[in-house]
């Protein structure tokens, strides 16, 4: 059974930084290619960036680069998003995701709140 479980979230103040966390379990992690995605209220799912099964990153986000990174450790079954110089428009629940025989799979999502 594939699950993924996000953790990391929280409030912030703007300028500061989290540190996404995604921990797969029931498949083999360093097999598939996994991605971050953003939800504001109310609007779809956006995606944040993207990193192939070997590590290298495939997809920022325009607003995101250079603020944001993505990595990953299959030792640990973990995929990390780093961000960096919150902005107030980064918050959102940021969910992450792996695509594996044709179905999507996601997590429960982490919200991050960028406020003074």
């Known amino acids: 059974q594939v699950q993924l479980v996000e953790s990391g979230g929280g409030l912030v103040q703007p300028g500061g930084s989290l540190v996404l966390s995604c921990v797969a379990s029931g498949f083999t992690f360093n097999q598939y290619a996994m991605a971050w995605y953003l939800q504001h209220p109310g609007k779809e799912r956006e995606v944040v960036a993207t990193i192939d099964l070997r590590g290298r990153v495939t997809y920022f986000k325009d607003s995101v680069k250079g603020r944001f990174t993505i990595s990953r450790d299959s030792a640990k079954n973990t995929g990390y998003l780093r961000m960096n110089s919150l902005k107030p428009e980064d918050t959102a629940v940021y969910y992450c995701?792996?695509?594996?025989?044709?179905?999507?799979?996601w997590g429960q999502g982490t919200q991050v709140t960028v406020s003074s």
């Open positions: 995701m792996t695509h594996k025989d044709g179905s999507d799979y």
